[in-house]
């Protein structure tokens, strides 16, 4: 299937970073790659971002809430993304597991308000260090995979990012083989729950891809795209991962 590059900026980014999406506009027009392009800046440059990619790549948000609307003082709907001109929601990123204790519950909530505003949902799960050094990295990811995707998910509507958390902006990154391990085993279950209609999900991989790491990665059978944090914030990285997806 045509690969996603997927860019998050995290809470990283002010009006002139525009200029490093109008950069990676103009290179994805200018030589079309085979791949499909996402980006996700902050909520506050999501819809001036929308302007800077006239539509040459897709953008996305990080994080939504679970209801349409209401009184929750500084959150974002996903209703609101949508209105914004994003395409695509982050949901269950690590750091939000984390710094903000959200359950898979939560993020299952909250990809399903991502299919009711009509945004793609990118659900992550990922083991932390301690999990993998115990021998349960597998256990943990079929956990989160089960708490926090909804039913009736589909290639429309979902895609999965594996992204170990001890791999993410650590420089370290799994081998091959633990991704084959943990991408075919997300593959089976989603095959269990969903039938055919989950073999055209994507399952992206996340955690330090670089220009120096993508070829590798991106080469596996089993990787349909990446989640990129740190390298995509500059076009020329995020370009160079981008040229990186193989061309069949
Ligand atoms: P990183 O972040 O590429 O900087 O490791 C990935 C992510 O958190 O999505």
Not at 170 to 182: D, F, V
Not at 185 to 204: E, P, S
């Amino acid at each position: 299937m045509r690969q996603l590059i997927a860019g998050n900026w995290k809470m990283n980014g002010l009006v002139r970073s525009l200029d490093e999406i109008r950069a990676v506009r103009e290179r994805l027009l200018a030589e079309q790659p085979p791949v499909d392009v996402l980006l996700c800046p902050p909520a506050t440059l999501i819809a001036k971002a929308v302007e800077a990619a006239q539509g040459a790549l897709s953008i996305g948000a990080q994080d939504c809430h679970a209801e349409a609307s209401g009184a929750f003082t500084g959150d974002v709907s996903a209703e609101m993304l949508k209105d914004a001109g994003a395409a695509v929601v982050i949901v269950g990123h690590s750091e939000r597991r984390h710094f903000h204790n959200e359950t898979s519950a939560q993020v299952a909530a909250k990809a399903l308000a991502a299919r009711r505003a009509g945004l793609l949902a990118v659900i992550c799960i990922g083991e932390t260090e301690v999990e993998r050094d115990a021998g349960s990295a597998l256990r943990t990811c079929t956990d989160q995979l089960r708490a926090s995707v909804p039913d009736l998910a589909t290639a429309a509507n979902t895609a999965i990012a594996y992204e170990p958390v001890w791999a993410i902006g650590s420089g370290r990154t799994p081998t091959n083989a633990e991704i084959e391990e943990i991408h075919g085993h997300i593959r089976d279950c989603l095959a269990r729950r969903f039938g055919a209609d989950a073999r055209a999900v994507r399952i992206l991989y996340g955690g330090s891809v670089k220009p120096t790491n993508a070829r590798t990665i991106l080469s596996l059978d089993c990787v349909d795209g990446a989640l990129v944090g740190g390298a995509s914030l500059r076009a020329v990285d995020f370009l160079s991962i981008i040229s990186a997806v193989p061309r069949h």
